[in-house]
């Protein structure tokens, strides 16, 4: 039975976009269930991919191409599995640019990271303010939110957020992870987050770790 999932991930890895759905649509015509699909075959894939873009093993184009075969995954299993099972396991992240700032390549491939690991991911997209980011962690029930900035002129924005969070009394019921290109340690320490990646590989670890430790 193994075989199948390890035959998942390896073409997951692979980034067979084509093979993918079929791989993962004869697995449960076979019998398998859709969340074991996903639990035992995808998700240690994506694990793989994120764990070989860190060790400069796989790169980015790479890293895209195994991310859109997950969502091919993702896709033909939906309908097998009922209201919203689908990569809600890990918990539901809340990812945005912040106001001013319009970059989101790096943004984008932390939320595929995310949603192969197994998060609900809900990406507001970029130029974000603060207040918006509290709504949708009220709405959704978020349990992270990631908050990225790629322009030293819009990192104030994360520390704006982080007091509306605060100030509308969500600071303790979520945790919160910045990034960007400029964002160090000690600035995640400055503004009171609770962590940060220095890459999208490592935003998925410190994502997993924090949601384990909620």
């Known amino acids: 039975m193994s075989d199948v999932y390890t035959k998942i991930s390896e073409v997951l890895i692979a980034g067979d976009i084509k093979e993918i759905p079929n791989l993962c649509l004869q697995a449960v015509e076979d019998g398998f269930s859709a969340q074991d699909i996903m639990d035992k075959g995808l998700f240690p894939g994506m694990d793989v991919v994120g764990q070989r873009m860190k060790t400069g093993e796989m790169f980015i184009p790479e890293v895209l191409r195994s991310a859109k075969a997950m969502q091919a995954g993702l896709g033909v299993l939906k309908d097998k599995l009922t209201g919203d099972d689908v990569g809600a396991g890990m918990g539901t992240v809340i990812v945005g640019t912040v106001q001013g700032d319009l970059h989101d390549i790096g943004k984008n491939l932390v939320v595929m990271l995310l ?69 160090t340690q000690t600035f995640v320490d400055d503004i009171g987050a609770d962590g940060y990646g220095a890459d999208a590989a490592s935003a998925v670890e410190k994502a997993k770790e924090l949601a384990q430790a909620a």
């Open 115 to 183: 949603e192969g690991a197994g998060f609900n991911v809900v990406d507001l997209g970029v130029d974000i303010k603060p207040e918006q980011f509290v709504a949708a962690a009220s709405e959704h029930g978020a349990t992270i939110i990631g908050i990225s900035a790629l322009l030293t002129t819009t990192m104030p924005k994360m520390s704006e957020t982080i007091a509306a969070l605060t100030e509308a009394g969500l600071r303790d019921k979520v945790k919160i992870m910045v990034g960007g290109a400029p964002v």
